[in-house]
């Protein structure tokens, strides 16, 4: 029940503002509900009840989130502004203490009762009184946004009640301890609270005061800048809370081992990281160079237990084939197996793509129980990114190679150096150069990258590194290495690895089971020759996988989940649609002047037919296809070959005047170079001017000499491996290649007729198709040769 003592008011909720006796004070009013109280209480002239709430976030406050005590307050000013909002004027008359609360649809009301001063006679208060006035002048005096004003009115007030609830509300303080001081009716309580507070922030502004003069003390010109960080080492200093970070680098320092020269190095730097300033570029530097080196494994190695059974077969597992890369791998385990220390061996696979240069690597790991760290080294041009920039430059990082050995975290990886032939060389140095130091088993030992500047021993890592071709790579580091060729896969092989490995990967990534698809091997073969062509099986993979996505929509699509599928050669098109190659490049039909020769791309061997037209003409010889320099010299030289063999083809010596010849090679758009057409290219215009036919399974390779004599070529395995998947049957190759022949797998050499030749008279005999009975080259006495040379220069000399 409420007694006459308690009064009714408006009330309106404050977020983060407390308002004392005489304070004055503008507010911003935004809550629907407080506007009301507020035109309310200026429309009636009444006082109204300003409490502030206990938690700033509540939008909307119930009587349990607010305080006991606030103030009633006279609102001096009422504005409304544009966005709906209230900018108010309120003066605190007087504390008020609240009993309960009720709410109608407009705004809250409280029922208040005033809570008076409780003033003693006790002698201290004056004392009290006097304290507060001087204290609080002092801290003006620190405290800038103290207007004079106050000051004065501070000044000149003798009641202490007044003067401390002014004092208060001018003092920066959190909502809670403003409460605090709200909340306290006992004067001498209250200025002993308000006096606590003006000597805290007097002390902790002398504080800042001896912080800054140390600081000052200790700087000079070129320190200045650092300033900021010195006052906080001082600030850390007062609390005891300095230097925990370096302890924490040298405790790793010391766990760590390190060679003793590195441990040296390391000591050094971190004293010099201790008498630096925290903020200075330099910091930074040194740190992240301590921090390389406790990450960098300098004496950690995994223990390998080698087991050559074992290790043949996680090699036969992984891969099909490949033969002499695992014939190498097993010898160095077994060789590792009898001695303690063995120099780490530098191999180099070089292959076409796809036939799995890079998981070879992997699976050499998995076989010697090593780490794996693979880097791709395509496209680097910069020698500072294998062997790291110096510490003088801004951003500087140690090179990829010592990164590498960051993420192996022991010093013995297997180490895949991948693309090895795709670096470049600009203005910035070249980086093959810089690998020759790592490529060195005698140099190795102490590589320097530039950034560590510290000898880091590579000699028990295995490197590995793959290429495509050997052309792009330096005759300096392909002596390092020891070259392992990987030929490109056989159909055999094509169907052995779909069979063990893609189709049974493809099933399950496209989440088919075992025996969902079953690939007939006629329709892989089907695949295989019609629908891609390549050394490797990478094509073939993703044709396999394009199979599974046919599938699994066409399951959806039927809604037979449980659908068993069956593919066969004559179903192959239906998922695959039209092929896209024609099998068996071999002509059709023999014809005159057409020549099919054996070419060598990054991709594997190729077949190329060379064709030669004759027209009326005065002697002019055309060659297309875009082809490279190299190759147009191999045809002026082979028609040079058939002009000083023209009489005993049974030619006129003059035949060429009287012709034009256009050689040509069909795919035009693809770039053609390189000299092991050459006797190709001889055969086609001598086929064209005898019009004698060419045999159709027939190919040939080789490079050919003004004097007729066939050079040896390269690339032999591929050239063969594409004539036995283009229906080749005979080979005319070069006799100085026969010795290169036992490295072609004897499934391939087994299937083809190889015939060896060493003159082009040779190749002539055995190429073209002649009517029975008749002679290719004709018998000419010397003299008639010698009178038809002679007559041909006089008539030149007339016509002249």
């Not at 620190?142 to 208060?168: F, G, H």
């Not at 906080?232 to 370096?246: F, R, S």
């Not at 992984?318 to 060789?335: F, Q, T």
Request: glycine share 6%; charged share 30%.
């Amino acid at each position: 029940m409420l007694d006459s003592d308690t009064k009714k008011y408006p009330a309106m909720p404050l977020r983060d503002v407390v308002i004392f006796p005489g304070m004055v004070a503008p507010l911003v009013v935004g809550r629907k509900k407080s506007a009301r109280a507020l035109e309310y209480a200026m429309k009636e002239r009444s006082l109204i009840f300003l409490v502030t709430q206990q938690d700033a976030s509540i939008e909307h406050p119930k009587p349990d989130n607010l305080y006991q005590y606030g103030v009633l307050a006279s609102v001096m000013q009422l504005l409304r502004l544009p966005d709906g909002t209230i900018k108010a004027l309120i003066e605190g008359k007087r504390r008020v203490r609240v009993e309960s609360y009720t709410e109608d649809a407009a705004f809250f009301y409280a029922y208040v009762r005033e809570a008076e001063n409780q003033e003693s006679d006790h002698v201290e208060l004056p004392v009290y009184n006097r304290e507060l006035k001087q204290v609080f002048e002092r801290y003006a005096k620190i405290e800038k946004n103290i207007p004079i004003e106050v000051l004065k009115s501070v000044s000149a007030l003798e009641n202490p009640a007044l003067r401390v609830d002014l004092i208060c509300a001018h003092l920066r303080l959190k909502t809670e301890e403003k409460q605090r001081i709200l909340e306290t009716l006992h004067v001498p309580d209250r200025i002993r609270l308000v006096l606590e507070i003006l000597y805290r922030e007097l002390e902790l502004n002398e504080l800042e005061k001896r912080l800054d003069i140390r600081v000052k003390k200790k700087m000079n010109t070129s320190q200045r800048h650092y300033y900021l960080n010195e006052k906080v080492k001082e600030i850390q200093t007062e609390m005891g809370q300095t230097g925990d970070d370096l302890d924490e680098l040298e405790e790793a320092l010391k766990e760590k081992k390190l060679p003793s020269a590195v441990q040296e190095k390391a000591k050094k730097e971190l004293g010099k990281l201790r008498a630096m300033p925290q903020m200075s570029a330099e910091n930074a530097v040194v740190r992240n160079y301590l921090e390389t080196i406790i990450s960098l494994p300098w004496l950690e190695k995994d223990d390998v237990s080698i087991d050559i059974e074992e290790a043949e077969d996680i090699l036969n597992q992984d891969h099909y084939g490949l033969e002499k890369p695992k014939e190498r791998i097993l010898e160095y385990l077994a060789v590792q197996a009898q001695v303690e220390k063995l120099k780490g061996p530098i191999l180099c696979l070089v292959g076409p793509p796809g036939v799995g240069k890079t998981s070879v690597c992997k699976s050499i790991a998995r076989a010697m129980n090593r780490k794996f760290v693979r880097l791709s080294l395509g496209g680097v041009r910069d020698e500072a990114e294998i062997r790291g920039h110096r510490r003088t430059y801004i951003g500087a990082m140690p090179g990829k190679i010592i990164h590498s050995m960051q993420k192996a975290e022991v010093m013995n990886p297997v180490f895949c150096l991948d693309e090895v032939d795709k670096m470049s060389v600009d203005f910035r140095g070249d980086p093959s150069s810089a690998l020759l130091e790592v490529l060195d088993p005698e140099q190795n030992y102490a590589f320097n990258d530039h950034y560590l500047d510290l000898d880091y021993d590579l000699s028990q890592v295995f490197f590995i590194a793959t290429a495509n071709n050997l052309h792009g790579i330096p005759l300096p580091l392909q002596d390092r290495m020891e070259i392992i060729r990987l030929n490109g896969y056989t159909e055999e092989d094509k169907l052995e690895i779909t069979e063990r490995f893609l189709a049974p990967k493809q099933l399950q990534l496209n989440g088919f089971q075992e025996d969902d698809i079953q690939f007939d091997k006629k329709a892989v073969l089907e695949i295989v020759r019609h629908y891609t062509r390549e050394a490797g099986v990478r094509n073939l993979e993703r044709t396999i996988a394009a199979v599974c996505r046919k599938v699994a929509r066409d399951r959806l699509k039927k809604k037979r989940s449980e659908q068993k599928y069956q593919l066969s050669a004559h179903s192959v098109s239906e998922y695959l649609g039209v092929p896209k190659y024609r099998f068996g490049l071999a002509e059709t039909q023999r014809s005159v002047g057409l020549v099919t020769g054996l070419a060598w791309t990054e991709v594997g061997g190729e077949l190329l037919q060379i064709e030669s037209v004759l027209m009326p003409g005065n002697g002019k010889m055309t060659v297309t296809g875009k082809l490279g320099d190299v190759m147009q010299e191999s045809a002026q030289a082979a028609l040079s070959y058939v002009r000083s063999r023209s009489m005993r083809l049974g030619l006129a010596v003059d035949f060429y005047q009287q012709l034009d010849i256009h050689v040509h090679i069909p795919e035009g758009a693809i770039p053609k170079d390189g000299p092991s057409a050459g006797i190709t290219i001889a055969t086609s215009i001598v086929s064209a001017l005898l019009k004698y036919p060419v045999h159709r399974h027939l190919a040939m390779t080789g490079e050919i000499t003004l004097r007729g004599r066939v050079l040896p070529i390269g690339g032999l395995t591929e050239k063969l491996l594409a004539a036995k998947r283009g229906n080749i049957t005979h080979i005319l190759l070069p006799a100085e290649n026969e010795k290169n022949l036992e490295e072609v797998p004897a499934k391939i050499r087994d299937h083809l007729n190889i015939t060896f030749v060493d003159h082009v008279d040779d190749v002539l005999t055995k190429a073209l198709i002649l009517p029975q009975g008749e002679q290719l080259f004709k018998h000419v006495p010397l003299e008639s040769i010698v009178n038809n040379v002679a007559l041909s220069a006089h008539n030149t000399t007339v016509h002249q």
